[in-house]
């Protein structure tokens, strides 16, 4: 019973590292639907943008595509695409140019080998696993008393941990290339260039939470390790 009731209360310790992932999620949904509704002066649509982008620099093999849902932009550095979402795809907004000029941001990390972006691919196998399964190897060594398949456990979310720091430079330079860009291709006047910043420091915020919610369940599961002791 008391092993139960630590198990349960340690989720306490994740209260202030959620409510910093929902502020971050409410800017930037905030920030992305305003400028989601200024058009910018071009008229250049986020699919245009984001193909003058890669032909300015050099990239031939990376194509763009639509994809479905809200939000939903990446780039795929095992198909060579850059998706995005409709709203980005044929949207002329600077929401719209600069995700899209984020996204390809990371088509151009690819293609001169930036060092974390290739770090973060390669853990990411663990990471995914330790991810889903850590807490699963936490409560079967509560069940069985071992201490041992709880490390284990931590030691897999160790990696997950470790990729949600790899993805802070990965994003964040990103954003930089899309900034750069927008500016110097004149996609975005300057004042323009202001809201995009904006938009793409929102959506940044996010990852940082999402690395904070990754430390916080580390220390929660470091907790429930030390309980064992």
Not at 34 to 40: A, I, K
Not at 112 to 137: H, M, W
Not at 150 to 162: E, P, R
């Amino acid at each position: 019973m008391a092993s139960y009731f630590l198990y349960h209360s340690s989720f306490l310790i994740m209260i202030p590292f959620m409510i910093l992932a929902m502020l971050a999620q409410s800017r930037v949904k905030s920030t992305y639907r305003r400028y989601l509704n200024v058009r910018s002066y071009r008229g250049m649509t986020g699919r245009e943008v984001a193909e003058a982008i890669l032909v300015r620099n050099g990239i031939n093999d990376v194509t763009v595509e639509m994809v479905g849902g809200i939000m939903s932009d990446h780039y795929d550095p095992r198909s060579k695409k850059v998706r995005l979402s409709q709203a980005v795809y044929s949207g002329s907004s600077i929401a719209a140019l600069s995700i899209a000029a984020h996204e390809v941001g990371h088509a151009m990390q690819h293609a001169n080998g930036y060092v974390p972006l290739s770090l973060r691919t390669a853990i990411l196998p663990v990471a995914s696993f330790g991810s889903s399964s850590a807490f699963l190897f936490v409560f079967l060594g509560f069940f069985f008393n071992s201490g041992m398949i709880m490390d284990i456990g931590i030691w897999f979310f160790i990696a997950a941990v470790v990729f949600q720091f790899l993805t802070l430079p990965v994003e964040f330079n990103a954003s930089s290339r899309a900034i750069v860009q927008l500016s110097e291709n004149n996609f975005l006047y300057e004042d323009e260039v202001v809201g995009a910043k904006r938009m793409l420091n929102a959506a940044a915020m996010t990852y940082v939470a999402a690395t904070a919610v990754a430390i916080g369940q580390l220390i929660r599961l470091i907790v429930l390790r030390n309980s064992r002791d």
